[in-house]
């Protein structure tokens, strides 16, 4: 509450000031309504009073909020003052306390009023701004600066955090002010491990990550925190739990209960979007790649081959193919049954993946074909690779529940270079090179001869494009 006076002398009698928790300020010419912002009520005494009425009237003609004024004093005030004060204050007789009381305690109880419904309008704004941000977010990385530093004043924390133990990148988001020091990382790390085990007793994660984060060489006293002042929620995934949002309060020991109101919304919040995210993530898999092998699927590995033939025009590289066959693969349908067969493909897929480079890519392009892309490499370096997988997958039988099944491929390898490289001339020439493996008695590697295969119309030859229009990139 704030008192006004006039002139070196305070105007409040002394049962006043007994009666209240005064902070004082004195008038000055300057006074305007900004000064009153921040008041719970304004004390007028009429009794040296001037001009302070006509001033307080004229600051409050020009704002529409309401202006906290009480006057004592005087029991019969001239004509003139009671009607500048008469439309916004109160006039008070000197002596009766209580009545002066009830007025300064209905005042301040407004106020608070006000200032709360302030900070909750607020809080609304920044949680409709968190949850805008969230819905711009399109891949996980973007978590980060959607969050930014809306989250820490929306929750009014010191801390906060989001981390998932179980993935890669077990930290996703780490958000302190200012560095933490040694004994708070300590105490984060406690509860993080408290709470794991709390919810995922039969998986044990790691939280070594908490001892990289950034620690404060110097640090001023702060409140004394404990493992339980950090406030957890638990993020899930196809539900179950992999991970927290973890929040330090500047509340202590315990926020309010609309802080935690909150803090769960904006859980609730997190946990819908990292769950559209990996449903995103399950149908875009889905949709690029074959379900029982795991590797691209046609239309993905074509669309791939065609980006490397791209590259290879533009910069006169060179792109080569394998393409694969699992030889008799009918035949262990048949009598085997379709479970063998599958089991079969994938235990071949896995053979096939351990004979290539980092930067090979492999497809499945049918029921027992498979395309490899091998970039940078001639015919020459393709035909070692296909022989290399031969010898990986015959020379092991595939072992499975049954029994032990022998495989063997037939591959036919096709290679360009610079304007020769277009995608349906060179999957033509694996094909038939192939064939030619086949034909010979399966278990074979054989180069394509560009003489041998019919010319080929492309897209681009017969919508021909400048190459320069294209980013090899991009398809």
Known sequence: MLG??????????????????????YMSDSLSRKHLQDMDIVLVNLDRRSGLAARMASIQASSSAPLPLITFGASRPGIEVFQDLKPIGHIVPPLDASYLQGLCDASVFDRRQILTLDSQRESVRRLWELSSALLRVTR?????????????ELMKASLVSICMPETESPLIYFWTRPALGQEAIDLLEAHLEESWAGVRPDVRASFEWVEKLEIAETRSPSPTISKNSFISAPISLQGRPVGFLTVLPLEQPRPSEDWLKTFFVVSDLV???????????????????????????????????????????????????????LDHFKQINDTMGHLMGDEVLRQS????????????????????????????????????????????????????????????????????????????????????????????????????????????????QANHVPESDFDEDTV
């Not at 996980?140 to 969050?147: G, T, V």
């Not at 074509?302 to 290879?312: S, V």
């Open 271 to 325: 946990n819908v979007l990292l769950h559209n995210l990996d449903l995103r993530d399950q149908l875009s898999y889905r949709a690029t790649h074959d379900g029982l092998t795991g590797l691209l699927n046609r239309q993905s590995i074509l669309e791939t081959l065609e980006k490397e033939c791209r590259r290879a025009r533009r910069y006169h590289g060179s792109v080569t193919v394998v393409m694969v066959d």
């Open 349 to 460: 897929t896995a053979r096939l993946l351990e004979s290539l480079r980092e930067f090979d890519i492999a497809g499945r392009t049918g029921g027992e074909e498979f395309l490899v892309l091998l970039p940078h490499v001639d015919g020459e370096g393709g035909m070692t690779w296909a022989r290399r997988f031969q010898s990986l997958l015959s020379n092991t039988p595939i072992a499975t529940k049954q029994q032990q099944v022998e495989v063997t491929a037939s591959c036919g390898v096709a290679s360009c270079t610079d304007e020769d490289c277009h995608v349906d001339r060179l999957v033509a020439m694996a094909d038939s090179a192939l064939y030619s493996a086949k034909n010979a008695g399966r278990n074979r590697v054989t180069l394509a001869d560009a003489r041998h295969v019919p010319e080929i119309v492309t897209p681009s």
């Open 4 to 25: 006004f006076g006039e002139g070196e002398r305070l105007l409040l009698p002394d049962n006043l000031t007994d009666l209240f928790s005064v902070r004082f300020a």
């Open 140 to 152: 996980r990385e973007q978590l980060p600066q959607a969050l930014g530093t809306i989250m820490p």
